[in-house]
């Protein structure tokens, strides 16, 4: 079992950054790649960013992109995601997820999730 806990989300103003963490307890976190997702209101879940389990390898979805970096700390069990120039559309809840495999996109491919953080970007 892996444990994970989000945290970092907030109100913030259009333009604005913040950045989010997700600490893992459990099995071994470097054996992980990790994911992020938010969902937004009315909104299906969507991929947002992953990283491989050594931290060397990253992949973005398009809208984030150039925007938003991943990374992780695998000595303190932590991935984050640092999100600048936020938009109003980025607002939604956010949620990190572990999969065992490698650059997945997909939601079912993913082991474990969060309980998700919200964050909220104002125009």
């Known amino acids: 079992q892996v444990q994970l806990v989000e945290s970092g989300g907030g109100l913030v103003q259009a333009g604005g950054s913040l950045t989010l963490s997700c600490a893992a307890s459990?099995?071994?976190?470097?054996?992980?790649?990790m994911g992020w997702f938010r969902q937004a209101p009315g909104k299906e879940r969507e991929f947002v960013s992953v990283?491989?389990?050594?931290?060397?390898?990253?992949y973005y979805a398009d809208s984030v992109k150039d925007r938003f970096t991943i990374s992780r700390d695998n000595a303190k069990n932590t991935v984050y995601l640092r999100m600048n120039s936020l938009k109003p559309e980025d607002t939604a809840v956010y949620y990190c997820?572990?999969?065992?495999?490698?650059?997945?996109?997909?939601?079912?491919?993913?082991?474990?999730w969060g309980q998700g953080t919200q964050v909220t970007v104002s125009s």
């Open positions: 997820a572990a999969n065992s495999g490698s650059y997945y996109r997909r939601l079912y491919e993913y082991d474990y």
């Open positions: 459990g099995r071994t976190f470097s054996s992980y790649a």
């Open positions: 990283i491989s389990r050594s931290g060397t390898g990253t």
